[in-house]
C-alpha cells in the first residue's frame, strides 16, 4: 500500500543497458498534486526514471506503482493518456495551433482549446496561428497545452526549457508553476538547480544511476553537496 498522495512509487528499479547499470536499486515516493525535480549531473540516470514513468523505458528489475497499482496491469495507452510527457525540445506536429491541440483530442472544441492556450499563458487568438511561425517559448506552451488537452494527471517534462532564452523560458516556468497550483502533478528534469528550486517542490537527486538525496526543494544545495 503507497502512502495517501503519492502518484508514483518506484520499488527497488534497476535498469541495465548493454551491460551497463541506468538505475540502481532505486526506491523513491512521487507526490501527487506537487512538482518533483530530478536532478544531478549528466548520465545519472534521470531522462531514464522519468521514462519509467509512462514505460517509454521498462524496468530490468523491481516495479513501478502509478496511484498503487504496477505499471505493467495498466494498459500502455491509458496510462500514457493519464501521464502524459513533453520533451526538450518542441515539437509540433501540424501546421495549425488548433490542429496541434486536436492531436490526441480529434474532439476539442475551440472553445476548450482557446481556454487551454490561456491556462498556457497564450493568447486565444494564437489558435488560428501558423505554427511554423511560432518562437520557441509559444512552440514550447503549445506543447504542453497539446499534452493538458488530454488531461492528464501528470505532467513529465524532460528539460523543458534548456532550448529556450531567458524570456522564453520564464514563461514556461510560471506556465509550470500555474499547472501545479491549479492541482497537476508534475515530474521536472533540470540541469539547473535554481531553476529546480523556483519551480520544484521535492528534489530527488540521482548520480551514477543511484538515488543519493531526497528532500524539500529549499533544501537543494545542502541535499547536492552532500552527495
Ligand atoms: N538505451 C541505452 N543503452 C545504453 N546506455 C544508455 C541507454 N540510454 C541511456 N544510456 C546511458 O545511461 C546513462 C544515463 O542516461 P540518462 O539519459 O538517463 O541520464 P541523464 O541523467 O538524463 O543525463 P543528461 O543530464 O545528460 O540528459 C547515460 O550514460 C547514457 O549514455
Redo the contacts with the bound molecule.
Sequence with gaps: MDAPGTAFALDHVTVR??G?V??DEVCADIPASACTA?V????????????LLNRLAEPTSGLVRFQGRPLPQLDVLELRRRVALVGQQPVLLTDRVLDDLRVGRTDLEEERAAALLERVGLPAGMLERATAGLSGGEAQRVCLARALAVEPQVLLL??PTSALDAASAQAVEHTIKDLVAGGLAVVL?S?NTPQARRIADHVLV?RD?QLVAAGPAEDIDYLQEGT
Aim: glycine share 16%; hydrophobic share 35%.
Design positions: 543497458r548493454d551497463r541506468l538505475l530530478l544531478g549531473p549528466s548520465g545519472a540516470g534521470k531522462s531514464t526514471l522519468l521514462r524532460d528539460e528534469v540541469h540521482l544511476g
